[in-house]
Structure formats: structure tokens, C-alpha cells
């Protein structure tokens, strides 16, 4: 997986009615029984059919297969959780899969019924998984049209220079500037992108902009899910670039903008070269 794999995958709601090999379905598997993530959050993965197990979404068209999972509730449990299911997302995405992350268009009492989702555990998202259709659903078309899916915030909006009152440009990115694009294309819930970074020396904290309503006890904080996605991609990109680090909790205290909260720092074991 690699920021090649970040800028392919796009969502996609409309298959058609390839089969998915059993090697492919293997190698995904297997990868859902060893793979961990930095904040150690075990995440249970299953696959589920959808006349099999009795689960559907009606935003979804063709697809047979669906993969949900769950965690126990703990302390960065959703950071944990977003992590995880994107590594799983991207690796669908390199073996030519299509994939969308659902949480709000499922029937959720009966995919939390097929994973056996217990009275202290939560499943915040499911995805399909086949092969994208050739063309989109004219009720795909219309929901990514309502969400905007496509638009991102401007990058001066998502991250700063050492505090929130210095928004940093592109140009003054250097060598992170991939791994802070890679933040920026992170797929969120409706697309609201909650995450803003500070940089600071060798250090990029991860705040998270909550949008009232998206925190609820059958989801828990889907916008905390996003920052795991965020994470994800970032350190990936990091790697690529270089910049190899762990994340750790290293809250600096910064006045934050309203609505806004500290999540995690990611800290480089390499110097970033700066433009």
C-alpha cells in the first residue's frame, strides 16, 4: 500500500456481477487475522453474503459481499478502528476491489446481528466489496453530486504552522507536503473532513473539528474514525517520503479553535526537509 493506492481509490456504490476469486478473498482475509494498528486497538473483522447473512444497504447495487468489523470499547478505540479498516480498504483497492465505507445507509441491526456485535462492543462501518460496475447508478451520481464528494477544503483550512494562527501554505510544506495531501483526500463521513494538523519541529499534531451529530453510542465518534483514516494515509505517505515516526500522545495545549479537540502526534525519527 502507497500514496498510488490512496489517490485510486475512489467509492464506489454500483457493481456489477464479476465474481471475486478465492485467492483474492484469502489474501484479504488473511490480512484481516494478522494486521494491527499504532494506538493497539484490536479490531475483529468478518465476511458476511448478503442472502446468507440477511444484510443489505439501499444505497448499494450489485454487491454480494460485505465486510464489517468491530471493537471493543477502550481509549482511542475509533482512531484505532479507522486505521485499521482503511489499511483493509486499500489493500481491496491494489487487488482491484471497489469498496465504500457505510454507516449510516445499512440496515445496522442486521449487520450487528451477522458480526455478533456484544453489549460492550461497536461497529462503526461495513463495506461492500466487488468489482466496479462500468457505469454509476443514477442514485450514485446524485449522492456524490449532494455531498460534494470530489471537493476538498482548501489547505490553508486544514493545517498549521505551530499553532492555529498561522494556516500553512503548500509552498512552505516541503517534504511533507505528500503525507499532507494524502490527509487532505482521506474519504469522511458525508465528507465534512474533521481533521486539522499543526506542525511543530519534528512533531504533526492531529486535532479533531467535531460536527454536532456524528458522536452517537451505536457509532461512537465516526468523526474519530475519520482521524484514523486520516492517520492512516499520513503515515503511509510519511514513510514514503522518508519521514518514518510513531504516534504517541504529546497534546501540546494549543488554543484551539471552537468545536476542536487534540487526538494524537505523529513524531518523525527522520528531520523533514523543508522547501
Partial sequence: ????????RKSVRTFNDRPIPDEVLAKLEDFTKHDTNPFGVPVTFKFLDRKRDGVSSPVIVGADTYVAAKYRRQEDAELGFGYSFERFVLLATSLGLGTVWLAGTIDRKAFERALGVGADEVMPAVTPLGYAADKRSLRETLMRKNMRADDRAPFESLFF????????AESEAGGLLEPLQMVRWSPS???????RLVIEGDKVHFYEHKTKGYARESTGDIQKVDMGIAACHFQIAAEEAGLP???LKEDPDLRT???TSYVTTFVTSAEAPRA
Fill in 245 to 247: 515516526g510513531e504516534f
Fill in 257 to 259: 479553535p471552537e468545536d
Fill in 161 to 168: 504552522m505551530g499553532d492555529f494562527d498561522h494556516p500553512l
Fill in 1 to 8: 500500500m502507497d500514496s498510488s493506492t490512496i489517490k485510486a
Fill in 189 to 195: 463521513a458525508t465528507n465534512k473532513q474533521p481533521w
